[in-house]
């Protein structure tokens, strides 16, 4: 039996902020992992690809808020600089890299 994926332990190195932030986005980070397992069953951030939190932020994401969809954003950014992925997405035609 293997353990379950622990994100809080994946993202420590990169979650600073007030502990608020630090929950939102460990429960956004959850949820992206849930959602992207559920459709590709890639179970942990090191099997994703780009085009699969692409999908998560235009066609799962879309139908939420503008605010809801920069905060996931923000969410992903720290995954990616946790993955060291030079990953970019864009937001209403502003580029967000991983800086």
Do not use: N
């Not at 353990?3 to 502990?19: I, Y």
């Not at 808020?65 to 997405?89: C, H, N, Q």
């Amino acid at each position: 039996m293997s353990k379950p994926f622990d994100m809080e332990l994946f993202l420590a190195g990169v979650l600073t902020g007030s502990h608020a932030m630090r929950q939102r986005h460990l429960r956004q980070a959850k949820h992206i992992q849930a959602e992207i397992a559920e459709r590709w069953q890639r179970e942990t951030p090191w099997t994703w690809q780009r085009k699969h939190v692409v999908w998560l932020l235009e066609h799962h994401l879309g139908s939420c808020g503008d605010s809801t969809r920069y905060y996931y954003l923000l969410t992903v950014r720290l995954l990616a600089r946790r993955l060291e992925k030079p990953w970019v997405f864009t937001y209403y035609g502003r580029c967000f890299g991983i800086s």
